[in-house]
Structures are given as C-alpha cells and as structure tokens.
C-alpha cells in the first residue's frame, strides 16, 4: 500500500479499490471511469440509483462517487438509501454536484453526505477526495477492529474475574467454601434469623486423630483425606444447607431453617457416612472418622463470633467424650 498521497491508490488485500460511479450522463460516467483506472482503482459503473443499490448489494464497495441530479432517484435518495443498509462496514459517499449553496450542502451533509467534488471536476481533485475517502473507511475498519479487541478483552476481563472470585471464596485442596465464605454466610443466616425468627442451626465439624495421619502417613495423604470427607459430608447434607472447610481439619455446615433435631438427623448421616469410607494408606486400611458440635440459633445470640464459640464448645465437648460423636449445646449425644 502506498502513503503517497499523488501516486498509486491504496489497496486492500493488495487488490485495486473497487469505487462505484453512479452517473445518469454516460459521458461523465465514461471520463470518470477512465481517470479512476488511470490511478489504479477499479471503477464500477452505474447508470442510475437502483442499479447502483443492485450493485451494493452483490458486492462490498466502500467508496461510491453518485451525481446528485438524476432522474426517478437523485443523488441524496441514493445515499439516505445506502446509509440506511445493514452492512457492517462503512461507506464513503461523494457527491457529484454542480450545487454550491449552504442550504444544498447542509441538505446533503444530512443526508449522509461525506464529501462533494464539484462538477465540472478536475483529475487531481478527484483522486484527492477519493485516496481521503479510502483513508477514511480504512481508519473506521482499523477502529472497528479495535472496538470489536476492547470488547472481547473487557469479556474476557469480565470471566476472568467473575473466576477470580468464585476462586476466591473456594478452597483451593477441597473445593469447598472457604473460611471467608463462612463468616458471611452465617452473618447472613444470623441477620435472617433475627429478622424473622427462623430456625437455623450449624456444626463445627472435626476429623478424629487427623495429626497422626499426617504424622505416620504424611501429608499428601491427609490431603486425600481431607478431600474425601469435604465429598462425603456435601453428600451427605441436604442441597439447602452449606459446607465450608473452616481452617485445617475442620468443617462447618449450616442448616437454614433447621431445628437442633433435624441437624442432629443430618449430622448422623455425615458422620455414619464419614465412617463408612476405607482409607488405603500405603497399603493400610482405615477408618477415618469425625466429631461435630451443633448450636441451634437462639435471640440472644447476636453476634458471629459468638455462634463460633458455641460451636466449637459443642466440638471440643464431642472430642472430650470420646470421638466419633455429636454433641449439641441442647444436650444432645450421639
């Protein structure tokens, strides 16, 4: 492509820009045709408006040169027609005029008017006005592609972080809910609750003698612990309540709008289900198994930290009275 501006025309997929001359007057139409080609363009001809919108139709041309004085359909029918077509490029229209006054420009201009070139017209001032209008629909392709990168990028930009925060509150070794999820989910329980009076529970849940995995098994395998029984305990519950891994070994369930005794229903199925899984550990097989601590809402209860206190003094209770159990702050032992 070449940036001299007096020189060849500029090309587009190295092929001649094709350039649509709409003229009624087939001798002006002629002369056009042949200082078009001269300069290295491909001049397509047509001789009145509807052929031209025919042409339009069967072919991607961004620069159309239409006399204005034409007879059924004049020049600015013409270009109000072309602007109002469903194509996803630009066209650039210039009209050929012999029309000077400010109220026939501003009624072009209107109409969709980009450029005029005044007839008679001269060689070099029709290839200026036709390289401006080629440099004009490459400008607006090249800010299309930008808009259409920005706008891709800002979706993309947009996943990534909607990803970013699901990450965010997960945990990364379980895929469970993380602490942070936690806090707001039982803020938010709490909120309800004090609101409106609903029942609501949770539990601490903790896996008995996890140290000694670790310490006589080592680490990877506590980690294949700890995902198994993040998967037992989210099948273990119903599809409404909510299980986060709280900080190392332990767990936290809440059941929305549960009494103490139905989460004491749904914790000895955790708990029965936990136990019932066989661990291999380099060729020895265990058991694993969990204690949990339930707390049932009350109104005096009005704080988050509190509600975690409780819990994990029903869980401490569990561990002190044997493993494997469930204790609740009503005085439940199972």
Not at 24 to 41: Q, R
Not at 114 to 143: N, Q, S, T, W
Not at 269 to 280: H, T
Request: charged share 25%.
């Amino acid at each position: 492509m070449s940036n001299e501006l007096g020189t060849a025309c500029e090309k587009v997929d190295n092929k001649p820009e094709i350039v649509l001359v709409v003229d009624d007057d087939a001798a002006t139409l002629e002369m056009l045709g042949e200082n078009l080609a001269a300069a290295g363009y491909e001049p397509m001809p047509a001789e009145n408006a509807f052929r031209a919108l025919e042409i339009l139709r069967d072919y991607q041309i961004r620069i159309v040169i239409a006399d204005w004085i034409m007879p059924k359909m004049d020049g600015l029918k013409l270009c109000r027609r072309i602007k109002s077509l469903k194509v996803d490029y630009y066209i650039y229209i210039i009209m050929l005029t012999i029309r000077s006054d400010k109220n026939s420009l501003v009624e072009a201009f209107d109409a969709g008017v980009d450029d005029f070139l005044a007839k008679p017209f001269y060689r070099d001032e029709l290839l200026a006005r036709i390289r401006a209008g080629v440099r004009m629909v490459h400008v607006y392709d090249k800010l299309r592609e930008q808009t259409a990168t920005a706008l891709r990028l800002a979706a993309e930009t947009s996943r990534l972080n909607i990803e970013l925060k699901r990450m965010a509150g997960k945990d990364e070794l379980t895929a469970l809910l993380n602490r942070r999820q936690a806090i707001s989910k039982l803020t938010e329980q709490l909120a309800a609750a004090s609101k409106l009076g609903q029942h609501f529970c949770w539990a601490m849940v903790d896996i008995d003698h996890f140290k000694r995995i670790n310490d006589t098994y080592g680490h990877f395998a506590g980690d294949e612990v700890l995902r198994k029984v993040a998967q037992v305990l989210l099948k273990s519950v119903r599809v409404t309540d909510f299980v986060f891994r709280y900080g190392g070994d332990e767990f936290l369930i809440i059941f929305p709008q549960a009494t103490v005794a139905q989460a004491c229903n749904y914790a000895e199925r955790c708990k029965a289900s936990v136990a019932s899984e066989l661990f291999d550990f380099q060729g020895h097989v265990e058991q694993v198994t969990i204690s949990v601590g339930i707390v049932e809402y009350d109104q005096q209860m009005n704080r988050v930290d509190a509600l975690l206190q409780a819990a994990d003094k029903a869980l401490y209770a569990a561990k002190e009275n044997g493993r494997n159990t469930i204790i609740t702050t009503a005085g439940y032992r199972g």
